[in-house]
């Protein structure tokens, strides 16, 4: 008898469901914040009310996002701390988090990746798009000014030198990945579906496809950025890219490029083209990614191999077009339509 009533109630159900129409469609967002344009895809649960809801939370994250984080809006938490002059300031709660986070990437990497490059971000003209090439001497002034272990974070006070200022963008981006990410696990536990295209190469898969097949994200060919090399299945996965390719400028026929080298405040020049980073955490894949370009090939691929505890993954493709990746892709990369011929060699 119980199982009859069951059986009715589900058909009930199914049947409600048919009518109001409430099939698994995705709810698609595009919103334009931390500097680029960001597309989401939520197929949530069968409420799409709820999945609207969570589109709307996300976007009003991100602007909070951008209130707090960037170096460049005056009102920011940031910009208060590079206009401290030594005194301390109190952070929000989610820049402290971020900034705690972001300081041991620096540690990890042994300062590959330092959120006090600022000053020679600025200083090459990348902050504003009024891009010069500082002489050897700035370059050399710059460079000296770069030292994350200066920074002082001590709960949500943070305290830095005077000239020295800081700068999230290599790693606010995968931060807010994963806030968001967390959030749509928190809503749909079990049935999580979500695509998160943070825009410049930054992707966070939550759960599968429906129906539980991987998400199936192309890797952009950086000798050509409108095209896909390679292809990496994700599932609960995320993956970041940093590349030369994505904001550059050409003077007397040199390409500089936005990501520096700390040791010479100039743009990292280590042979690599581009970095792609997959990882659980979209923070990993931002930072690392970033990091890694500055270690180039071989310094990157024994950073892999001496840090199992961050759980990531990596293809390289250095500026000959040669792609290396790590033995933890396999079965989730393949070359992409028209790469196939495409020698890949496997880091072990
Ligand atoms: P994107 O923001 O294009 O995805 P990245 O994540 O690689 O690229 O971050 C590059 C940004 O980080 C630069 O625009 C600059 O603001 C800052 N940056 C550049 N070099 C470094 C570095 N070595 N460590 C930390 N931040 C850096
Ligand atoms: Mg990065």
Redesign the pocket.
């Known amino acids: 008898m119980k199982k009859r009533i069951l059986c009715a109630l589900l058909a009930v159900v199914l049947c409600a469901c048919a009518l109001a129409g409430c099939s698994r469609e995705p709810v698609e967002s595009t919103t334009f914040a931390m500097d680029t344009v960001m597309n989401f895809t939520l197929y949530g649960g069968w409420d799409r009310e709820k999945t609207k809801e969570t589109r709307d939370w996300m976007t009003s994250r991100l602007a909070y996002c951008d209130e707090m984080f960037s170096a460049t809006d005056e009102n920011s938490d940031i910009a208060q701390v590079n206009r401290a002059a030594g005194q301390p300031v109190e952070l929000k709660n989610p820049t402290a988090e971020l900034l705690s986070q972001a300081l041991e990437l620096c540690r990890v990497t042994d300062g590959?990746?330092?959120?006090t490059?600022y000053p020679a971000?600025k200083a090459w003209g990348?902050t504003q798009e009024e891009h010069r090439v500082p002489s050897e001497e700035e370059l050399a002034e710059l460079a000296a000014r770069i030292d994350y272990s200066a920074v002082k974070l001590d709960g949500n006070t943070i305290t830095l030198p005077e000239g020295v200022e800081i700068?999230l963008?290599?790693v606010a981006?995968g931060f807010a990945g994963d806030w968001l990410a967390q959030q749509v696990r928190n809503i749909y536990p079990g049935e999580d579906s979500a695509l998160l295209d943070l825009g410049?190469s930054?992707i966070v898969a939550v759960g599968s496809k429906p129906g539980g097949k991987p998400w199936r994200i192309g890797v952009v060919d950086p000798a050509q950025p409108e095209s896909y090399f390679a292809v990496v299945e994700l599932v609960d996965m995320a993956m970041g890219t940093?590349g030369g390719y994505?904001?550059y400028f050409e003077q007397d026929g040199i390409t500089y490029w936005?990501?520096?080298d700390?040791d010479t405040a100039a743009p990292a020049r280590s042979g690599l083209a581009s970095v792609t980073v997959v990882a659980p955490s979209a923070l990993t894949c931002?930072g690392l990614?970033?990091a890694l370009?500055?270690m180039g090939l071989e310094e990157g691929a024994a950073f892999w191999r001496n840090h199992p505890e961050l759980e990531f993954d990596v293809i390289f493709v250095t500026e000959d077009g040669e792609i290396y990746r790590t033995a933890g892709l396999e079965g989730r990369f393949s070359l992409a339509e028209g790469y196939t011929d495409r020698e890949v060699t496997l880091l072990e």
């Open positions: 590959a990746l330092d959120i490059a971000v990348f700068d963008g290599a981006k410049q930054t940093s994505q904001r936005h990501i520096l700390p931002d990614s970033t370009f500055v």
